[in-house]
């Protein structure tokens, strides 16, 4: 499917990702909770958080970087044609996750279908990147991380790849107020895990490209292809 593109710069951060199907009711249902549990609590309002969704739509980051924008097409055309063969991508989540920053995610457990997928797409997209990839300030300190980063233009690839689903950040907050609603969100994780199931299946239906933010989110879906369903019998 294509979606209309507006004018570009010279180059663009893209993300490419896993969508997730529209009967992913159980995942969606988990993470509405989640976040009205947080509301209750008053930790979302008192430090000025707005969840990522609905805002943003639910998605798994398969690689994401800058491209040069006159690579587009070829973006398009060689994704389409790794994503033919694919089938529906299940995943089951694992568990919800907090950094010393505030950044909240929902874990995926891996599996080797969603990992050789996202091995692929970043050996076929990566010499299309932008030169030059600014290197994120939390890689720095790992050399690994640091040496992706230079070959493939992310620091998120092969083994450091770590399927999840983001739901909110914290960045607008100092240290100091981080350090705290890390704390606070660390004793909430611990009551919402002890009355809400969190193994809730997660299914992937379709490949998308899209421009995204600083922080990830798609801001515009410019391409979406199928997964095929999986063969009955």
């Known amino acids: 499917m294509l979606i209309s593109m507006p004018g570009f710069s010279s180059k663009q951060l893209i993300n490419v990702h896993l969508q997730l199907s529209p009967k992913n009711h159980e995942v969606t249902r988990l993470i509405n909770e989640f976040n009205t549990f947080l509301e209750q ?12 969704y609905p805002h943003f739509p639910l998605h798994i980051t398969l690689f994401m970087t800058d ?16 994503t033919a063969p694919w ?11 907090v950094s010393p920053k505030g950044y909240v995610m929902l874990r995926l457990k891996s599996n080797p279908t969603i990992e050789r997928f996202a091995n692929d797409l970043v050996t076929t997209l990566a010499p299309l990147r932008a030169p030059n990839p600014s290197i994120p300030s939390w890689a720095k300190p790992d ?14 690839v092969f083994s450091y790849f770590d399927p999840h689903l983001s739901i ?15 704390n606070e969100l660390q004793q909430a994780l611990k009551e919402f895990t002890r009355t809400h199931n969190i193994d809730v299946a997660v299914y992937g239906a ?17 391409w979406s292809f199928n997964l095929n369903s999986p063969a009955r019998g």
């Open 206 to 222: 379709s490949i998308g490209i899209g421009l995204a933010d600083e922080s990830g989110q798609i801001t515009q879906e410019l």
């Open 87 to 97: 089938q529906t991508i299940k995943l089951t989540a694992q568990d919800f996750v």
């Open 168 to 182: 909110f950040s914290a960045d607008h907050l100092h240290p100091k107020q981080q350090m705290t609603l890390y």
């Open 67 to 82: 491209f040069p924008m006159t690579n587009s097409q070829l973006i398009k055309e060689r994704t389409q044609k790794l």
């Open 41 to 52: 609590k008053k930790l979302l309002s008192h430090y000025g958080i707005k969840p990522y």
């Open 143 to 156: 050399p690994k991380r640091v040496a992706l980063c230079n070959q493939y233009g992310s620091p998120n």
